[in-house]
């Protein structure tokens, strides 16, 4: 008998789906050579070549569902809703940072303070949430 897929599920899937589509769509205006790491200045410190820069963050998208699936298999939080949040939303932040990679790579203005503390702040949001949700009265 087949395993229906959550919500979740499908919802991780699109955005994985999507952030490779977007890879996909700008690749022939992307260079040879992508930089996929930044330091906190906002300086590129590590290049890869155009395939591994296109499909790096879809496959790491794709491994990181997978051991959320099997952690939060093993580790159920009491609240079966904190487990799909923290799914989508992990999918969606590492959809963005795709996002924001594509676009400097090419030659849009990436204001890397503010990502930086977009991160910051995601992950406060994150955790406050499933702390919130798992032990609150």
């Known amino acids: 008998m087949a395993r229906q897929q959550s919500r979740a ?3 991780s899937g699109v955005i994985i789906g999507l952030t490779t589509i977007a890879g996909l769509t700008v690749w022939s205006r992307l260079p040879a050579e ?3 790491h930044f330091s906190a200045s906002g300086t590129p410190d590590t290049y890869v070549s155009k395939p591994v820069g296109v499909v790096l ?3 790491l998208m794709l491994a990181t569902l997978l051991v959320l699936k099997g ?3 093993y580790d159920p939080p009491d ?3 904190v487990a799909a949040t923290i799914t989508v ?5 590492m959809g ?3 996002g924001l990679v594509l676009a400097w790579n090419l030659g849009y203005p990436v204001p890397f303070d503010l990502v ?3 991160s910051l702040v995601w992950a406060v949001v994150m955790v406050a949430y499933a702390l919130k949700a798992e032990y609150a009265d």
Request: hydrophobic fraction near 70%; avoid cysteine.
């Open 116 to 118: 930086l503390i977009g």
């Open 96 to 98: 963005a940072v795709h």
């Open 57 to 59: 963050m879809p496959v």
């Open 9 to 11: 599920d499908i919802a």
């Open 71 to 73: 952690a939060f298999r």
């Open 34 to 36: 992508i930089a996929i």
């Open 89 to 93: 939303a992990t999918m969606a932040f």
């Open 79 to 81: 609240v079966p809703q």
